[in-house]
C-alpha cells in the first residue's frame, strides 16, 4: 500500500525556519518524482515545489529563493526546508507522487499533510 | 486569483449530472493535459482524471473529463450525496509551474 506521512510542521514566528519531511513507503520512491502542494485555511490548493527522481528541481515564485526541496532515496525521504517564513505561508503542506509514466503532471498519491502556523 | 478559472461552486439534485468548467490559457491548458482533484471535507485531495480524460484505478465511470483549446470540463453523473466535495483542474505552465484552478465546491440538494 503506498503511504506518504509528513512531519515538521508546527507554530513559527515570522522570518524563522521549518523543515518538513515526507517518508514513503509501499512504493520504490526512487522511480518517481515529487512535490509539495499547500493550501492555505479556507483557500484553494497551491503548488509548491517539485523534484524528479534525478534531481531536477522546480519552485513557485511564491516560494523561489526561500524553500529548498530535496529527497534522500536510501530513507525514502521528501523534505522542504522553509527558510524566511510569513504569515502567508501558513498552510496545510502536502507531499505528492508524480508518476513519470503520466504525460504530464499528476499527482496520485497525496499524504494527509501537515499544519505549519506562521505567527509571532 | 488563480491562473486557472473555475466557477466558485454548482449544484444538482441527487442522479442528475453536472460539469464543471476550467479556463486556462495557451500557457497552460492549451499546451498539456488537465488533471481533475477531488477533495472531501476535512481529508487530502485525491486524483480523479488525468491526462485530460483518463481515470485512475478505482475512480468510477460517472466521472468524465475533456479538453478544448483552452478550456477543460469535468463532469460527474448520477450524482449522490458522497460527491459533495471541492473539486479542482491543475495543468502545467510554460513558467515551469503547476498551476491549479480556485476550486469549485459542489453541493448535491
Known amino acids: 500500500e503506498v503511504q506518504l506521512v509528513e512531519s515538521g510542521g508546527g507554530l513559527v514566528q515570522p522570518g524563522g525556519s521549518l523543515r518538513l519531511s515526507c517518508a514513503a513507503s509501499g512504493f520504490t520512491f526512487s522511480s518517481y518524482s515529487m512535490n509539495w502542494v499547500r493550501q492555505a485555511p479556507g483557500k484553494g490548493l497551491e503548488w509548491v515545489s517539485y523534484?524528479?527522481?534525478?534531481?531536477?528541481?522546480y519552485y513557485a515564485d511564491s516560494v523561489k529563493g526561500r524553500f529548498t526541496i530535496s529527497r534522500d532515496n536510501a530513507k525514502n525521504s521528501l523534505y522542504l526546508q522553509m527558510n524566511s517564513l510569513r504569515a502567508e505561508d501558513t498552510a496545510v503542506y502536502y507531499c505528492?507522487?508524480?508518476?513519470?509514466?503520466?504525460?504530464?503532471?499528476?499527482?496520485?498519491?497525496w499524504g494527509q499533510g501537515t499544519l505549519v502556523t506562521v505567527s509571532s | 486569483q488563480s491562473v486557472l478559472t473555475q466557477p466558485p461552486s454548482v449544484s444538482a439534485a441527487p442522479g442528475q449530472k453536472v460539469t464543471i468548467s476550467c479556463s486556462g490559457s495557451s500557457s497552460n491548458i492549451g499546451n498539456d493535459y488537465v488533471s481533475w482533484y477531488q477533495q472531501l471535507p476535512g481529508t487530502a485531495p485525491k486524483l480523479l482524471i488525468y491526462e485530460n480524460n483518463k481515470r485512475p484505478s478505482g475512480i468510477p465511470d460517472r466521472f468524465s473529463g475533456s479538453k478544448s483549446g483552452t478550456s477543460a470540463t469535468l463532469g460527474i453523473t448520477g450524482l449522490q450525496t458522497g460527491d459533495e466535495a471541492d473539486y479542482y483542474c491543475?495543468?502545467?505552465?510554460?513558467?515551469?509551474?503547476?498551476?491549479f484552478g480556485g476550486g469549485t465546491k459542489l453541493t448535491v440538494v
Open positions: 505528492a507522487r508524480e508518476p513519470d509514466y503520466y504525460e504530464s503532471s499528476s499527482f496520485d498519491y
Open positions: 523534484i524528479s527522481r534525478s534531481s531536477t528541481i
Open positions: 491543475a495543468t502545467w505552465d510554460s513558467s515551469l509551474s503547476v498551476v
